[in-house]
Nanobody, 123 residues
Framework: VQLQASGGGLVQAGGSLRLSCAAS????????MGWFRQAPGKEREFVAG????????IYTDSVKGRFTISRDNAKNAMYLQMNSLKPEDTARYYC?????????????????WGQGTQVTVSS
């Protein structure tokens, strides 16, 4: 399975972006999907996760109330709506999928990763 992340760009603080992640083929056994980000010199950190059914969503505290994760199973796609962006949100954002039950925040528990898309928020 290949994942293609897109939608990144340069935006001013307070602006919005919508990231997309598309899977290369239909997969019926995905358990969960997640977004992570990594800034230069920092470790990759969890941003948001969603179960395949959509019944479970989880966010890191710093994005709660500003970011919304969603998925479209018919399109094998996942999205991250990012509002009220801050300079500290600047990072490369990666999408990932897992075929098993997992701790959403642990990147080691995901099976496939996309190549990432750069988000830069200017002050």
């Amino acid at each position: 399975v290949q994942l293609q992340a897109s939608g990144g760009g340069l935006v001013q603080a307070g602006g919005s972006l919508r990231l997309s992640c598309a899977a290369s083929r239909r997969t019926f056994s995905i358990y969960a999907m997640g977004w992570f980000r990594q800034a230069p010199g920092k470790e990759r950190e969890f941003v948001a996760g969603i179960s395949w059914s959509g019944a479970t969503t989880i966010y890191t505290d710093s994005v709660k109330g500003r970011f919304t994760i969603s998925r479209d199973n018919a399109k094998n796609a996942m999205y991250l709506q990012m509002n009220s962006l801050k300079p500290e949100d600047t990072a490369r954002y990666y999408c990932a999928i897992s075929f098993k039950a997992l701790h959403y925040i642990d990147p080691n528990e995901y099976d496939y990763w996309g190549q990432g898309t750069q988000v830069t928020v200017s002050s």
